[in-house]
């Protein structure tokens, strides 16, 4: 059997408790299955959830449709959003900052986002989520400046 995780050879290395066989890659020490029951372990499974997210299903129904426990797609999803790189602020790159509201519960429970758009490359640089104030879009806006100035 192949490592999953580097494609280097692996070799028998016990049992599992439910009696399958357990396997260890000689490369990167990484123990794992040959198959997995639970469908939580399946390669794919990020860029399921992944796409699922920006379609806009809920957590509650990707977990229903991939068969995998609503935690385990919210630990999911903060694995792959904390691998997410923050894009470069360029020289001579025209923004434009912009926001948006949202609410819960009650419209008195405001929420803003403010986010500033590259033009060039269509791409959100750096947001902040809050309460609409000064000090919301400072750091983003500093951020900015701080670059034009250098």
């Known amino acids: 059997m192949d490592c999953k995780h580097c494609s280097k050879p692996c070799c028998k290395c016990g049992k599992q408790r439910n009696g399958k066989q357990k396997y260890r890659c000689k490369n990167c020490f990484k123990y794992q299955q040959a198959s ?3 469908q939580a372990y399946d390669i794919d499974i990020n860029s399921q959830i992944t ?11 990707i977990g229903r449709l ?3 426990s609503k935690n385990t797609v919210l630990r ?3 694995l792959i959003v904390a691998s997410i790189k923050k894009p470069e602020i360029k020289l001579g790159s025209i923004y ?13 429970n405001q929420q803003w986002i403010s986010y500033i758009y590259d033009r060039s490359t269509k791409t959100v640089v750096d947001f902040v989520v809050g309460r609409r ?5 400072r750091p983003i806006v500093s951020e900015v400046f701080r670059i034009a100035q250098n």
Do not use: C, H, P
């Not at 796409?51 to 129904?61: D, F, P, Q, T, Y």
């Not at 104030?133 to 879009?137: D, G, I, N, Y």
């Open 133 to 137: 104030s000064r000090e919301l879009s």
């Open 36 to 38: 997995y029951q639970n």
């Open 76 to 78: 999911r999803i903060r």
């Open 66 to 68: 991939l068969s995998i």
């Open 96 to 108: 434009e900052l912009d926001e948006m509201w949202t609410f819960s519960q009650s419209k008195n």
């Open 51 to 61: 796409s699922m997210a920006k379609e806009g299903v809920s957590i509650r129904s």
